[in-house]
């Protein structure tokens, strides 16, 4: 079954109060796209669908109890909290969540909460299925997602914006790959971690030295051998792209147990100059600000900031955890005048961003530079001028900085 087809059918059957039946297979056709082994059981006495995920001493199963209705929205009174808890015992299952149109609101998030049990609406999961079927998410950030109990909206938009982070390194793959050609074909004929890294196009995004040096040794591995090093630190490209393109797909289709497939290369009619153009690089235009952010807002219960205007796409992040992560900004202006990135990431390591949430590392350093973008939109901090990293120095006083981040954690 195709992911529209999963869609359109959980839309279809989630109101279908005489028939839920209908919306149980769905959900398991669901969550077997995002990489479980489902299984629709139904019936008195037991779960309507167990999910198992099999990633060694880190598997688990989950419950997953589907709710139709024509109201919209699922009540208290229809969830028999305590045949969870005991279809929980019998599966052995790790969480519990329960799926629906929506959720009524009263007590129910406190009874969900209290049986330790997952709200999850219809539309949240398409959510995590489109952007599943754009960059798939690891069952362990899955697990994550079922690990918490009650409402998960505040969850499944921390998830999306994690999964966006991740979409964005194909991104940087691809310009680290465009700016390596454009460096290889000056005078110089060949590129360096150091002139990569100064690149405008590289800067502009943002990509780190250690991304950069991640992707040349992914290139470099022998059965891709797309990158040589001709001298210390001074290395070629030696493929070209559609080649590299190839290669990729040819390991997909090996990964997928798919036979593999000849390729026919197309030669152009007119073979490109292999002569050096004489490109010299670009001074970059002059910037005035250090955030790639240029609007941000509240919504319910967690921050939205929106990058780069042309092509603009947003991240998001939890109030608890905003409230984490400025009181590591708070404490390093209280000790030096020059903050950036690098700074606050270290003083989250290992540190909880909410109750039992511990920070992620990499795959939620976005966070910070978006709470350090957001202060610098408000004027509450300065960019330096430094691009590697971006640093800021105070535009305000440190009592303002701290009036305005209570002020922002009380609007949730």
Known sequence: MTLEEIIQNLKDTQNKSDAPTEYEIVLTDAFRFLGFQ????????DTDVLLTANIGKESYKVDVDGK???????????????????????????????AGPGFAGGN??????????????????????EAHSKYPFTLLELKDLFAEAGYLTEQVDDLLSQNLVRRSFLEKFKTIIEEIEKLQNTRLGYF?????AGREKIQELEIELEDIENIIQLLRIPFINAISEIDKNKFVFTLEKRDLSNTFFQISQLIS??????????????????????????????????????KWTIRGTSLF????????????CPVDHFKTIMSKI??????QNVINND???????????????????KAEEYKIRMILGVLELEGLTKWTGSLRPIEYTLDKPLTDLIKWSNETSDKK
């Not at 129910?108 to 299925?129: G, M, P």
């Not at 708070?330 to 000790?335: M, P, R, S, T, V």
């Not at 700074?343 to 590392?361: H, W």
């Open 38 to 45: 489902a299984k629709t059981i139904g019936g008195k006495g």
């Open 305 to 316: 900031a929106t990058a780069r205007e042309e092509n603009p796409y947003e991240h998001s």
């Open 108 to 129: 129910l998030e406190k009874r969900a909460k209290e049986y330790n049990v997952s709200l999850l609406t219809t539309d949240e999961l398409i959510k995590i299925l």
């Open 257 to 294: 147990s798919r036979p593999l497939v000849t390729t026919t290369k197309i030669i152009s009619e007119e073979p490109a100059d292999t002569k050096k153009d004489v490109e010299q690089i670009d001074e970059n235009e002059e910037r005035t600000v250090g955030t790639k952010y240029y």
């Open 343 to 361: 700074i606050i990431y270290q003083a989250l390591v290992d540190q909880e961003l909410s109750p039992n949430r511990v920070f992620k590392g």
């Open 192 to 196: 360096t971690f150091e002139s990569l």
């Open 330 to 335: 708070i404490e390093a202006f209280e000790n």
């Open 68 to 98: 139709t209705s024509k109201n919209e929205k699922i009540s208290d009174a229809q969830i028999n909290w305590l045949s969870l808890k005991d279809h929980k015992e019998k599966n052995n299952s790790n969480f519990v969540v329960v």
